[in-house]
């Protein structure tokens, strides 16, 4: 059964870090390119990084030179180390397919995992 489940997200201050991890299970994950999502309050879900198989990975402008995504295929994870947090970054953090042309907000998945909310203080 395919399953996301997202953790690692918390408070932390302007200037912070966070490592951001996203256990995966079901073939249609451990087979496609993966990126992590997030929508703040009263905004929709945007892809903020993405993944390929090959390891190739691409970033909203906003978050280029302070996030980095990773993957381990064999234990099916993915996560996303955010540093130098900005207010702006506060919001529910989520992972699961994308791709390059997903930044446009071009996407839609039926299934979620319950993501993991990150909150960035100034």
């Known amino acids: 059964q395919a399953r996301l489940v997202e953790s690692g997200g918390g408070l932390v201050q302007a200037g912070g870090s966070l490592t951001l991890s996203c256990e995966t299970s079901?073939?249609?994950?451990?087979?496609?390119?993966m990126g992590w999502y997030r929508q703040a309050p009263g905004l929709q879900r945007e892809l903020v990084a993405h993944i390929d198989l090959d390891g190739s990975t691409g970033y909203r402008d906003s978050v280029k030179g302070r996030f980095t995504i990773s993957r381990d295929n064999a234990k099916n994870m993915v996560y996303l180390q955010m540093n130098n947090l900005r207010p702006e970054d506060t919001a529910v953090y989520y992972c699961?397919?994308?791709?390059?042309?997903?930044?446009?907000?071009?996407?839609?998945?039926?299934?979620w995992g319950q993501g993991t909310p990150v909150t960035v203080s100034a």
């Open positions: 699961n397919v994308a791709g390059k042309t997903y930044y446009s907000g071009t996407f839609y998945h039926a299934y």
């Open positions: 079901g073939s249609v994950f451990s087979s496609a390119a």
